[in-house]
């Protein structure tokens, strides 16, 4: 997980954050970048965290281009997204694809091939009608520098989009420009691993040694045999801990089991349009929802105390 400037981000996938490559801060010390590696047809979640601001704040997230609205933090807590809205009670998961063959060049060219999350520390000002829909662009429209791109899964229910939206202003304190911009640049493991940002330990699996033949065994006695590399029985002492250990991790990772989250409501805003994204975060106008609790399989083992508080969302 990435922490600067009083936030912490991450990007989760199958339930654990992504490890992160080469992480630094950026000759805008705003900004701190990382590599992570994609993996085809996984979805996944930006989930970021206030570490105790004491400010109201917004996030917007960028995927290859494409603004997506995040949620409101006021002052700590933590947030997440999973998808985009497509509809009022509905939403497209974020996942990682593979790049079109007939894919163009296109206006995304600059953020494409990342995930990058923007956090703002604003102003309440009012409220205002909950902005139209956005349109998910299509993929092949997009120029990508690698293998891989965003897409955005099949449609799913979410809860009912707010009628009303929280429009807001930049705090005195930073103007125009983001408190904190976390930028995750994602390519798959093979690209990473070519240009020596991760190794091929981290993610080629290990090959199980060969198993010796015993060619004078009877037929009846290689099924009955226990799969160990070698013929050779296994040592009981050795077979005690093993059994045990199984057992120990069937109880572990039984159903259910875990911290349970607290149900909050959900709050969200939405942004409307696309543009620059270090324009001034008053000059958008950002819904404010009231939604379901908040899903902890989303998060888990990255916090327990959450605030599930749209800041760009529709």
């Known amino acids: 997980m ?3 400037r009083g936030f912490s981000a991450c990007i989760i996938s199958e339930g654990k954050p992504i490890p992160e490559y080469l ?22 979640s930006v989930y970021w965290r206030d570490e105790g601001t004491r400010m109201h704040s917004c996030a917007f997230i960028t995927l290859d281009g494409f603004v997506v609205p995040g949620r409101f933090l006021f002052g700590e807590g933590e947030a997440w997204r999973n998808g985009v809205r497509s509809g009022p009670q509905t939403e497209r998961p974020f996942m990682f694809a593979q790049r079109p063959s007939s894919s163009t060049s296109g206006e995304s060219m600059k953020d494409a091939g990342s995930i990058m999350l923007k956090i703002k520390l604003v102003t309440l000002d009012g409220s205002k009608a909950a902005n139209p829909l956005q349109s998910i662009p299509d993929l092949n429209s997009q120029s990508h520098p690698g293998d891989h791109c965003v897409g955005y899964g099949q449609e799913k229910n ?20 983001s408190h904190v911009t976390f930028l995750f640049r994602y390519r798959s493991p093979g690209w990473l691993m070519a240009q020596g940002i991760i190794s091929a330990e981290l993610h080629v699996p290990r090959s199980l040694p060969a198993k010796r033949r015993v060619a004078s065994a009877p037929v009846a ?10 013929p050779s029985p296994p040592n009981s002492r050795k077979a005690e801990r093993s059994e045990r250990l199984n057992a120990e991790l069937k109880n572990g990772f039984s159903p259910g089991q875990g911290p349970v989250r607290p149900a909050l409501s959900a709050r969200t805003v939405s942004v409307g ?4 994204h270090d324009k001034c975060a008053g000059e958008i106008l950002l819904d404010f929802q009231v939604g379901p609790p908040l899903d902890p399989q ?14 760009a969302e529709r």
């Not at 630094?24 to 590599?35: D, G, H, L, R, Y």
């Not at 979410?158 to 420009?177: F, I």
């Not at 006695?221 to 070698?230: F, G, V």
């Open 221 to 230: 006695q290689l099924i009955n045999a226990p799969m160990t590399p070698s």
């Open 2 to 4: 990435l922490t600067h």
């Open 23 to 44: 992480v630094a801060v950026a000759e805008n010390p705003n900004t701190i970048s990382c590599w992570i590696p994609s993996e085809v047809g996984k979805t996944f």
């Open 273 to 276: 349009g696309r543009g620059r």
């Open 298 to 311: 989303c998060a888990s083992g990255v916090g327990q105390h959450s605030s599930r508080l749209d800041g």
């Open 158 to 177: 979410t809860y009912m989009q707010s009628p009303m939206t929280w429009k807001v202003k930049p705090s005195d304190q930073h103007g125009n420009r």
